[in-house]
């Protein structure tokens, strides 16, 4: 049998920033990735990748949040793992269950029963896909716009990883974060992302206020944006 041909492909890899206009600076990174199914395949690309990144800016520390990638922080960190305790009615969700269960769409949503699934179970729920356009999203009647686009899910990751303070210390030594999940044509929300502004508001010791929404949208909005919304073809949630 022929082989196939590994790939050459871009990810962002998402940089906290302490010193700039920006919080965090997003980059496109080429590397290779290895064709197959394989974890072993996974590993070498997500390897390939912190490789050309180390190379590029020097970094010693990068973390990537992928399920493959082989650093114990990855798991508690995943949106899928990572809980923030909603105050309204004192339970846990995850972060994905919580955007999920949030979201409003032209002819349907939230749909709150969301947060009580599996969350990949809430991400690939028929009803996101089948409700229309999306309209904002409504966190127990905390109601939100769509745009600035990625503000309320960072809102959501950052106050959940604040509620998980003995991650802190560890996560706040990297660099530079990367997800070779995400696909910034496909989606523009992403923990790595999230992650790095969690970082950068942390060490900039801003991290007071972010519980309220609107002094979390200000603070965001002082400072230049840097993401992949360039990215997004025509279709993505």
């Not at 050459?8 to 990174?29: A, G, Y």
């Amino acid at each position: 049998m022929e082989e196939v041909p590994n790939t050459i492909e871009q990810r962002p890899v998402f940089m906290p920033k302490v010193n700039s206009d920006n919080l965090v600076k997003t980059d496109m990174v080429m590397f290779e990735r290895h064709v197959g199914f394989a974890t072993r395949q996974k590993k070498k690309s997500i390897n390939d990748l912190q490789q050309v990144i180390r190379k590029k800016y020097g970094f010693k520390h990068v973390l990537e949040l992928s399920s493959k990638s082989g650093n114990k922080l990855s798991f508690p960190l995943s949106p899928f793992s990572l809980k923030i305790t909603d105050e309204h009615d004192g339970n846990p969700y995850s972060v994905e269950n919580a955007f999920q269960a949030s979201m409003v769409f032209e002819d349907g949503g939230p749909y709150t029963d969301l947060l009580t699934v599996a969350p990949r179970q809430a991400r690939k729920d028929e009803r996101l896909m089948t409700s229309g356009e999306l309209i904002g999203y409504n966190y127990f009647g905390m109601e939100w716009g769509v745009e600035p686009l990625t503000t309320f899910y960072d809102w959501l990751y950052v106050n959940a990883l604040k509620q998980n303070p003995q991650l802190h210390e560890e996560v706040i030594q990297y660099q530079g974060f990367t997800d070779i999940t995400f696909n910034p044509q496909k989606s523009i929300h992403s923990a790595a992302y999230a992650l790095a502004l969690f970082v950068a508001l942390h060490k900039r010791e801003l991290l007071d206020n972010v519980e309220d929404p609107m002094a979390f949208y200000d603070l965001c909005n002082n400072f230049k944006i840097s993401n992949t919304e360039h990215l997004l073809e025509e279709g993505w949630i």
